[in-house]
T-cell receptor, first 115, second 111 residues
Framework: GAGVSQSPSNKVTEKGKDVELRCDPI?????LYWYRQSLGQGLEFLIY????????KSGLPSDRFSAERTGGSVSTLTIQRTQQEDSAVYLC?????????????FGQGTRLTVV | GQNIDQPTEMTATEGAIVQINCTYQ??????LFWYQQHAGEAPTFLSY????GLEEKGRFSSFLSRSKGYSYLLLKELQMKDSASYLC????????????FGTGTKLQVIP
């Protein structure tokens, strides 16, 4: 596609439910990042993929969070047993390579609200 | 680890020049990015520095000093549309190259 696409754009869920967030990176981009942004805050790193592997999962807040990427393309971020503190905008970004001065292109994000 | 510091907020006048500073401490360094983020929108790329010195791109310039762990973003001829948050981000070394963002500087341009 022309840009990074994320779905859904908005998600309201009840506390304790599981949610899946999807990211379609720009075609051909090998690096994919997930960030979380709470209201008025900066971007909190969650996880990074190079191809299908995730060299750095250090930012995942708890074992309720997991992510996968298949075919070097689409990625899903899954949050199990959601809590109110999970409410935030989840941003996905992709870049063509991670070795060079290639910037990351961001999607519009998924706004998650846990009630 | 990585730590990135920026001022939380700044105010500047339309037509003026503003400098937004960023300091960082990182175990590795492979480039520094500046992004612009308007309220409710995704961040968009502004600049990238990996060598010391000034990179100029139109009204925006970015400076880097690796020995000091310091960068700044310079915005000239400020326009009202420049009101946004400006995010400093550092890419670290390793088998992977994580990009870590600062909390951003919210710039308000006033008439």
């Amino acid at each position: 596609g022309a840009g990074v696409s994320q779905s859904p754009s908005n998600k309201v869920t009840e506390k304790g439910k599981d949610v899946e967030l999807r990211c379609d990176p720009i075609s051909g981009h090998t690096a994919l990042y997930w960030y979380r942004q709470s209201l008025g805050q900066g971007l909190e790193f969650l996880i990074y993929f190079q191809g299908n592997s995730a060299p750095d999962k250090s930012g995942l807040p708890s074992d309720r969070f997991s992510a996968e990427r298949t075919g070097g393309s689409v990625s899903t971020l899954t949050i199990q047993r959601t809590q109110q503190e999970d409410s935030a905008v989840y941003l996905c970004a992709s870049s063509p390579r991670s070795e060079l001065n290639t910037e990351a292109f961001f999607g519009q994000g998924t706004r998650l609200t846990v009630v | 680890g990585q730590n990135i510091d920026q001022p939380t907020e700044m105010t500047a006048t339309e037509g003026a020049i503003v400098q937004i500073n960023c300091t960082y401490q990182t175990s590795g360094f492979n480039g520094l990015f500046w992004y612009q983020q308007h309220a409710g929108e995704a961040p968009t790329f502004l600049s990238y520095n990996v060598l010391d010195g000034l990179e100029e791109k139109g009204r925006f310039s970015s400076f880097l000093s690796r020995s000091k762990g310091y960068s700044y973003l310079l915005l000239k001829e400020l326009q009202m549309k420049d009101s946004a948050s400006y995010l400093c981000a550092v890419r670290g070394f390793g088998g992977y190259q994580k990009v870590t963002f600062g909390t951003g500087t919210k710039l308000q341009v006033i008439p």
